[in-house]
């Protein structure tokens, strides 16, 4: 069964702190994403890689970063935080010609 | 702008009804669509899917039907059970064997199954 682990599942942090969410998965994934998941907005990508050391933006990646090192973890980085990324965050991975599987998510505060 | 559209933000149906979801699209270049279901505190999870050529794919309880002249896709739950409670998003994508494999989104639909 496919797993997808998102480090914490809770995380308060202070404005203009460095923010760093963790994503890991197990099945040697080519694909990974993050998404941020806001009350009637759905699910908007931020960033997306298709392999290791490779990164592609998607829809809102201002105010991200990502870095993928390893096949396995793929980091979204939050540069100096700011009150409007409290967000639930979700980290997803996908083989070829396969759905993307989901983590748990990450509900970020941001005070 | 929003190349996926779920239209209905909620949906209320009885237990033992049919509970219709709706989706449509913009882009005539998807040519995969999935449905996922989240319940609250958790990852989305993924439910059924259907290509573009098909019309339509049948799961247990889970039917999807694609309309690609109307850009329009729905999903059907029969019998809706109190479990099946939870926000459904409908996404899409281009070329299912491309290699990055991102998807586009609706906002999601709230279902609520009541006794």
């Known amino acids: 069964d496919v797993k997808v682990t998102q480090s914490s599942r809770y995380l308060v942090k202070r404005t203009g702190e460095k923010v760093f969410l963790e994503c890991v998965q197990d099945?040697?994934?080519?694909?990974m994403f993050w998404y941020r998941q806001d009350p009637g907005l759905g699910l908007r990508l931020i960033y997306f890689?298709?392999?290791?050391?490779?990164?592609e933006k998607g829809d809102i990646p201002e105010g991200y970063s990502v870095s993928r090192e390893k096949k396995e973890r793929f980091s979204l980085i939050l540069e100096s935080a700011s009150t409007n990324q409290t967000s639930m965050y979700l980290c997803?991975?996908?083989?070829?010609?396969?759905?993307?599987?989901f983590g748990d998510g990450t509900r970020l505060s941001i005070l | 702008d929003q190349q996926v559209k779920q239209n209905s933000p909620s949906l209320s149906v009885q237990e033992g009804r049919i509970s219709i979801l709706n989706c449509d699209y913009t882009n005539s270049m998807f040519d995969y669509f999935l449905w996922y279901k989240k319940y609250p505190a958790e990852g989305p999870t993924f439910l059924i899917s259907i290509s573009s050529i098909k019309d339509k794919n049948e799961d247990g309880r889970f039917t999807v039907f694609l309309n690609k002249s109307a850009k329009h896709l729905s999903l059907h739950i029969v019998p809706s059970q109190p479990g099946d409670s939870a926000v459904y998003f409908c996404?899409?994508?281009?070329?299912?064997?491309?290699?990055?494999?991102?998807?586009?989104f609706g906002r999601g639909t709230q279902l609520t199954v009541w006794p």
């Open positions: 996404a899409a994508s281009a070329g299912r064997g491309s290699t990055l494999g991102r998807l586009y």
């Open positions: 890689s298709y392999d290791v050391k490779m990164k």
């Open positions: 099945m040697d994934h080519e694909n």
């Open positions: 997803a991975s996908r083989p070829y010609y396969q759905p993307q599987h």
